[in-house]
């Protein structure tokens, strides 16, 4: 019975050992997260010195944390300084210590999982919004919520533990940059999927900070379509403290505003996934040639031949991924990669061509242009005849010259540059040679 009760005692001795270092991790985490500022008003209180580098600034404050004497006081402090601190800074190494501990020590969380915002009263279920190209939807933290003039526009929501999980990068034990929380603002309407829209004059409050609106003037009186996403991940809090947001509007509309967790998808993915679907027959574009040239011939003035510019209207480069939109009328194609990469800085999304709107969904790769741009090399510009067929404009008052005419033009260049600067130097001798001299009074 001896052996039994000492056996019992070391375990419960050693559980409320590992229960005191989790606990006292906390506060080394929150000393860790204390700036300068902090951690010597941590030392004024008890009369430490508070001269030196924050290195060994943060040695004094451990110490006073391991004493017996100031232990409570201490602990208190912290807490009472950490409570000041903006939420960011409070939460960044108290989070990575959470994910470090074993689960029998982790706090059950304020909400279960299935419901990490609260009940709203507003909720618009029958309103979509359409799937962003470079975001891919992971989980829906606040469902399409109603809001405007006589519609309370706060929003109060938690992280489920599996969330903050989800934002923690797993290597650098911080939040991730790929997988973000997203606030995305749409006009009330049910007829169809939504795009990303702003309201007029609208201001975004988040956990009581003011978040900037990408591309958005506050003074301009209009609606901003083809908006971005907001990434609010900065701006949240985690484990058991909750989130309000608060959308401000001074015209009488009505928005929905909606919250995911989504992972970021660069502009080299989404070009994958469009070169990955099925290239359009060359016979179309072929077909579609013979019939804009048989057009011409019923009117007087016909054209034999068309020619189209292989170079992007975007980029002014030679295409890698012809491309054009379903929409579109027009033969001419701009290249893949430079208008996603164009779309990702500043969301336009409007044929450069013809101005018409041009959607991912929408694009297709030209067949019978990605084969032309294969196999010509120093060609620009191709020229098609009434039957579909093409070859390459290589001559001189062409657009893409061959390399066998580059010397000429280049010597022609040389020779014209020489005869100016032959009559810039007669010019100038001419008026010297002819200026009045000055006479001085005086010697």
């Known amino acids: ?24 991790e906390d506060y080394m985490s929150m000393l860790k997260s204390f700036r300068v500022r902090e951690l010597q008003e941590l030392l004024r209180s008890f009369r430490a010195s508070c001269s030196g580098r924050k290195t060994y600034l943060l040695k004094r404050c451990v110490t006073l944390l391991d ?68 975001y891919q939807e992971l989980d829906c933290v606040v469902p399409p919520t109603l809001f405007g003039s006589q519609v309370s526009s706060k929003i109060i929501f938690h992280l489920s533990p599996s969330q903050v999980q989800q934002l923690i990068s797993k290597s650098q034990k911080t939040l991730s940059s790929v997988i973000q929380v997203l606030l995305r603002l749409c006009q009330y309407d049910t007829s169809c999927k939504q795009g990303d829209c702003f309201p007029r004059q609208c201001q975004l409050i988040v956990n009581g900070r003011v978040t900037f609106l990408p591309g958005y003037n506050f003074f301009h009186n209009e609606l901003k379509k083809n908006a971005s996403p907001i990434d609010i991940t900065q701006s949240l809090l985690f484990y058991d403290l909750p989130n309000e947001i608060q959308v401000m509007s001074s015209v009488d509309e009505k928005f929905v505003c909606t919250v995911i967790m989504a992972r970021r998808i660069s502009s080299n993915e989404v070009l994958q996934t469009l070169v990955s679907k099925e290239v359009r027959n060359p016979e179309v574009s072929k077909t579609l040639v013979k019939e804009k040239l048989a057009s011409d011939m ?28 379903k929409d579109c009328n027009h033969l001419q194609c701009f290249d893949a990669g430079t208008y996603l990469q164009m779309n990702e800085r500043k969301a336009r999304w409007v044929c450069p061509v013809c101005d018409k709107t041009a959607l991912v969904d929408d694009l297709f790769i030209d067949g019978l242009f990605l084969d032309i741009c294969r196999t010509t090399q120093d060609c620009t510009e191709v020229e098609f005849a009434a039957d579909g067929s093409w070859h390459p404009m290589t001559g001189r008052h062409g657009n893409g010259g061959s390399l066998m005419t580059r010397p000429y033009d280049k010597q022609n260049k040389t020779k014209q540059l020489i005869s100016s600067i032959r009559s810039l130097a007669m010019a100038t001798n001419f008026f010297t040679s002819h200026q009045p001299q000055r006479q001085f009074e005086g010697g």
């Open 1 to 24: 019975e001896k052996r039994w009760l000492e056996r019992v005692k070391s375990g419960v001795l050693s559980i409320m050992a590992e229960a005191g270092k989790s606990f006292d």
């Open 67 to 134: 004493s017996r004497d100031h232990r409570s006081e201490v602990k208190k402090k912290i807490k009472a300084i950490s409570a000041k601190m903006s939420p960011w800074k409070i939460r960044t190494h108290y989070v990575v210590q959470q994910a470090k501990r074993p689960v029998s020590s982790v706090p059950p969380p304020p909400q279960p999982e299935q419901q990490s915002a609260l009940p709203c009263h507003n909720a618009c279920p029958d309103v979509q919004l359409k799937p962003h190209p470079f």
């Open 298 to 325: 019923d009117s007087e003035v016909s054209a034999t031949s068309l020619k189209i510019s292989l170079l992007c209207p975007l980029g002014k480069m030679k295409m890698n991924n012809p491309c054009r939109a």
